[in-house]
């Protein structure tokens, strides 16, 4: 069951963003003074007592967007809105009632929906603020609060706890986390849109609209799992501003949160150092990764898809491992089947093989190809291997001399362990241990 949705409404530059981060505990929302930062609906969890709920950070009701997208950011609060079970009204406390707090109390008494008013930017529990001129909006008494400071967000808690009841739900049981990650302008927002059968996040020509990290909850064929549509990365030198930096940050943070990584490659377009610089997050984050070829009707006939395997191999070979999914997300084409793939690696990743089936993998690989010996060195042994985690499945040897085992040899085992194990298209982490003793003989 989706958890009730908690929507943030209020015009530009009231804390709506601060509030989202107040109540989860955690910096998701961008938050910086230029009206129009927050474009999407930006979600989180947010524990509620002993349930939880999804907020929902949406744009500056009548802001003035900078990219000609204020039209696409208002279609996004109207969705958030319906999604609603609960609305949080943010009013500036020190600027009172603006026109456009009126134009948004008015669009939402016609919603037939619970809400809550909260007066925000009241640093100090006696400030005085027109609580009166408040009430007008018709939403009762306005709960004073500082998002900045965390002033009232235990009584906004509970507040929200009381008003939802038995409407919310526990947190469901962990479910895939699939980032989308490339440069500009590859079709992101496109390929998450065409999953979640809605327009959810703002499609556009504008190349950097999507500037948060917005949370996606989608079901397909019964199966939930959470898609992370993240900001697309260009050249770190050619960043403007702050907002376009906390941004990139948010994309990069998503790679790590993700259980999988989708990797938006533009085929109209030569990879670029920045699709390769992706590449190499994802490694070292050790996350199992799909490369999406996306728009590949530009592509089509000009390449096969074994030219662009060879290709990859060759341009990211660190990620030999990882499938490839030729997708047209304008067209709906090959994109559940990328989410299937994705399903397929996060199995894999969460695998955990027994112990005697390791060893005697291990065993084999030794029997084919063992690591060379050293003058001065013991005759080198791998005495056994252990799974120690999974995501990504780590493997401890324990050996009886580690200056044996080089590099060489650890990218032999590890291609070996590879194929022989159930981690065929995932990355493994392997590490070697020394044993000391009479077993290290």
Known sequence: MALPVVAIVGRPNVGKSSLLN??????ISIIDPTPGVTRDRVSAPCPVGEKYVELLDTGGLGAEDTDNLTEHVEQQIRY??????????????????????????????????????????????????D??????????????????????????????????????EGLPAAVMKLAVV????????????????????????????TRDSVDVRVELAGRPFILIDTAGIRKRK??????????RHRALLAIRRA??????????VPVSQVDKDLAGRVVDAFKPVVI?????????????????????????????????????????????????????????????????????????????????????????????ASQVATAPPTI???????RSFDQTYQRFLLNQLRRRLPFAEVPLRLLFRQRRGRESK
Request: net charge neutral.
């Open 292 to 384: 999406v070829v996306n728009k590949w009707d530009l592509a089509k006939g000009k390449a096969a898809g074994e030219d662009y395997a060879e290709y990859f191999a060759k341009t990211f070979p660190h990620l030999s491992f990882a499938p490839i999914s030729l997708t047209t997300a304008t067209e709906g084409l090959n994109v559940r089947q990328t989410v299937d793939l994705a399903e397929q690696l996060f199995r894999q990743a969460n695998t955990r093989v027994p112990t005697g089936r390791l060893n005697e993998a291990v065993g084999r690989i030794v029997q084919l190809r063992g690591p060379s010996h050293k003058t001065g060195t013991k005759p080198p042994k791998i005495l056994y």
């Open 259 to 268: 259980d999988v990584v989708a990797l938006m490659i533009d085929a109209s």
């Open 182 to 209: 490339g440069k500009r302008n590859a079709g992101k927002s496109t390929f998450i849109n065409a999953l979640a059968g809605e327009p959810r996040v703002i499609v556009s020509e504008t190349p950097g609209t």
């Open 131 to 168: 609580a009166g001129e408040m009430h007008a909006l018709g939403f009762g008494e306005p709960m004073a609060i500082s998002a900045a400071h965390g002033l009232g967000r235990r009584d906004q808690l509970d507040a929200i706890a009381q008003q939802l009841g038995p409407l919310a």
């Open 238 to 247: 050619k960043l403007s501003g702050d907002i376009e930096f906390y941004s």
């Open 396 to 402: 401890v040897c324990f050996v009886n001399d580690v």
């Open 22 to 27: 107040c109540l989860t505990g955690k910096m």
């Open 80 to 129: 958030a809105i319906q999604a609603a079970a609960l609305i949080l009204f943010v009013i500036d406390a020190r600027q009172g009632v603006m026109p456009l707090d009126s134009r948004a109390a008015e669009l939402l008494r016609r919603q037939d929906k619970p809400v809550f008013l909260l007066a925000n930017k009241v640093d100090d529990a006696h400030q005085a603020f």
